[in-house]
């Protein structure tokens, strides 16, 4: 029991990091950085027992991310968003 609270808190700290990482890269103008983090936000969620906000980061991050010309990330978002939980 305490070594699933203890995931779920590092699984939360990680989330919080990351949207923080997030907002400092789109305020800086640091679009692959901020698709990045995006990409890892939406596995992260996808893995954290709540994968229906995760496929709906991914599948945004996807249109994003294509429509942006980052096709790389694009791709791995549409991949990760295919993924079962």
Do not use: W
Request: charged share 25%; net charge positive.
């Amino acid at each position: 029991m305490l070594a699933h609270a203890s995931q779920v808190a590092n699984r939360s700290s990680s989330q919080i990091r990351t949207c923080t990482f997030i907002a400092e890269a789109m305020k800086s103008g640091f679009a692959d950085y901020q698709l990045e983090a995006r990409l890892a936000l939406g596995e992260i969620e996808m893995q954290s027992g709540n994968p229906s906000a995760g496929r709906s980061r991914l599948d945004a991050l996807e249109k994003d991310a294509r429509v942006r010309g980052f096709l790389l990330i694009a791709r791995k978002a549409a991949a990760a968003s295919r993924t079962p939980s």
